[in-house]
């Protein structure tokens, strides 16, 4: 039986594929070897950025809680535990991450799952990141490995860490270019009791930001803001039960004149899961991802004549799909503000620039960062470019 092209693109890359056991031996692998490296945990977010032309280094291994005190609200996992493995074992005495990861599969065609440690390295949040902050936030502690090969750890178990570099910090959302993850200490919070969503029915984006603003100004305590094109504005409030009743109820009493669906725990968890990974524009080839001022969002998305678009973060984020690149048109158009481009083909992201362009003086700082962690450029060179 002969092999396809594609069998045989698989099978040459696990040829080259390094898995260390554990962090000394990962620590081994990148102090001995030349590199590049294509640094992969569950490889769920593997598409976004450059394509890489590393040999995998796929941390398979580096897995398992290490350590959770539902009490404290710390849990400390290996940085290959899978998402799900975390989140199943939070509900089970009624906790959660409050940044509420998203999980891309729909959208980037993936069937991998994420990891702890690629969700904190690439500092993905879901829709409760208005109220509850970003994945950086949450991340107290870390352990991990350079491209030279030395193990540092940095943070740790306490909310309050004022001790030296705010490292944590730095490796969120560095993709993995400057150092490996090996373990991460993360803050949790119970989970709500329930939740209620509020499905507003509006005529324009206008409008829909008019509902979202007036929500969000309210004492309402929403926790998530979003426009769908399709549906309207959709508005989520959570907690207790008879709080959550009563805020909805103070909600509704804003848009007397509006058409409101209610949608409630799992129904709205549902919506929300979609929202947040921007599964209503996973059939489309080209998506941009892009951070804006609120206050912005319907003029920007006007100037960027998106075929499809959401809004998410009361409007600070625009989902924007197309047919074709775009690059001109939507780096001009997100003006306050940044984007990135999500889902292209790989022939698209070799050429686009996929992260925002970054001003002389701060990639001069970016540049000296990336000397000091990975002088050799073994890690995920060129990913963010």
Avoid at 5 to 30: G, K, T
Avoid at 110 to 132: D, F, K, M, Y
Avoid at 235 to 244: C, I, K, P, Y
């Amino acid at each position: 039986m002969t092999m396809t092209e594609q069998e045989f693109a698989v099978a040459a890359e696990r040829s080259r594929a390094l898995a260390p056991r554990d962090e000394a031996d990962l620590a081994e692998i990148l102090r001995a070897q030349r590199g590049p490296f294509e640094v992969l945990g569950g490889g769920s977010k593997r598409s976004i950025g450059r394509p890489q032309r590393g040999a995998p280094l796929e941390l398979a291994a580096l897995t398992g809680v290490v350590d959770y005190e539902p009490a404290e609200l710390v849990l400390t996992a290996r940085a290959a535990t899978p998402l799900g493995e975390i989140e199943r074992l939070l509900a089970e005495r009624r906790q959660r991450l409050a940044f509420e990861p998203p999980r891309y599969a729909a959208l980037l065609g993936s069937a991998a799952e994420p990891t702890i440690g690629g969700v904190c390295a690439s500092n993905v949040s879901g829709s409760r990141r208005l109220a509850a902050g970003a994945a950086r936030d949450h991340l107290l502690g870390l352990r991990a490995v350079n491209g030279r090969g030395e193990r540092f750890a940095a943070g740790g178990r306490v909310v309050k860490n004022v001790t030296g570099y705010d490292l944590p910090k730095l490796l969120a959302g560095s993709w993995g270019t400057l150092a490996v993850l090996s373990e991460v200490t993360l803050r949790v919070v119970p989970a709500a009791e329930t939740e209620c969503t509020l499905v507003v029915a509006v005529r324009s984006l206008e409008e829909g930001m008019t509902v979202l603003a007036a929500a969000l100004g309210s004492a309402c305590e929403v926790s998530a803001a979003a426009y769908l094109p399709e549906r309207g504005a959709l508005l989520r409030v959570e907690g207790f039960a008879a709080s959550v009743r009563a805020r909805a109820e103070r909600l509704r009493a804003l848009l007397p004149a509006a058409d409101v669906e209610l949608l409630a725990d799992e129904a709205s968890q549902q919506l929300w899961r979609a929202v947040a990974a921007a599964e209503p524009l996973a059939e489309w080839p080209i998506v941009w991802r892009i951070s804006v001022p609120s206050a912005d969002a319907a003029r920007i998305v006007a100037a960027l004549e998106p075929e499809r678009f959401l809004l998410d973060w009361g409007g600070g984020l625009i989902w924007a799909a197309y047919r074709t690149a775009a690059v001109e048109t939507v780096r001009s158009a997100a003006v306050p503000g940044h984007a990135t481009l999500i889902k292209a083909p790989p022939e698209v992201r070799a050429t686009a620039a996929v992260f925002p362009p970054q001003p002389a003086a701060l990639r001069a700082v970016a540049e000296r960062v990336k000397a000091a962690f990975d002088p050799d450029g073994k890690l995920n060179p060129g990913r963010m470019d």
